[in-house]
């Protein structure tokens, strides 16, 4: 078996997350749906105690920074799929809560996403081997993460972006 170089494995890597990424947006954008971007807050949010969380732990749940998580929450907000709270007890809490629209935008992407499953995910893979680069996929998340990072695994779907 060949050995392949570090950057190869880097930039086979690299080319498939943004292959499917890139057919997944355009899945999402000829049905109308929801951003992958946005999908993912959605679905965080959709998992959340009462559908709503604080910006900051979206942040840290998405590995995204903050700030580009309260531009995606105020193009969710625009769309009426979110709304914006502050706690009662602290008023520089601010939460990202999902609102009914925002649980039918949430549905339809899945749906859109379901559709496009087989093509985008099984193109050249059998589901034996779909599920073997999942769990690999997973293992290397999570040992990448900061230390908390196994916590933050706590299920099959916990990884997920749609």
Not at 67 to 86: H, K, W
Request: net charge neutral; aromatic share 4%.
């Amino acid at each position: 078996m060949n050995e392949l170089s570090p950057e190869t494995h880097l930039d086979i890597f690299l080319r498939a997350s943004r292959i499917v990424a890139s057919r997944l947006a355009q899945a999402f954008a000829d049905a109308d749906a929801v951003r992958t971007r946005e999908a993912s807050v959605l679905v965080s949010l959709d998992r959340a105690p009462d559908r709503r969380m604080r910006i900051d732990e979206l942040s840290q749940d998405l590995l995204i920074e903050k700030s580009s998580v309260s531009r995606t929450v105020d193009r969710l907000e625009r769309a009426g799929y979110v709304q914006r709270l502050t706690s009662n007890h602290d008023r520089r809490a601010v939460y990202a809560a999902m609102t009914s629209e925002g649980r039918n935008a949430l549905r339809h992407v899945t749906r859109v996403f379901r559709s496009a499953f087989d093509e985008v995910f099984l193109a050249g893979l059998t589901p034996a081997e779909l599920d073997q680069m999942t769990e690999l996929l997973r293992r290397l998340y999570v040992a990448n993460l900061p230390a908390r990072g196994a916590e933050m695994l706590s299920g099959p779907e916990a990884v997920s972006t749609v």
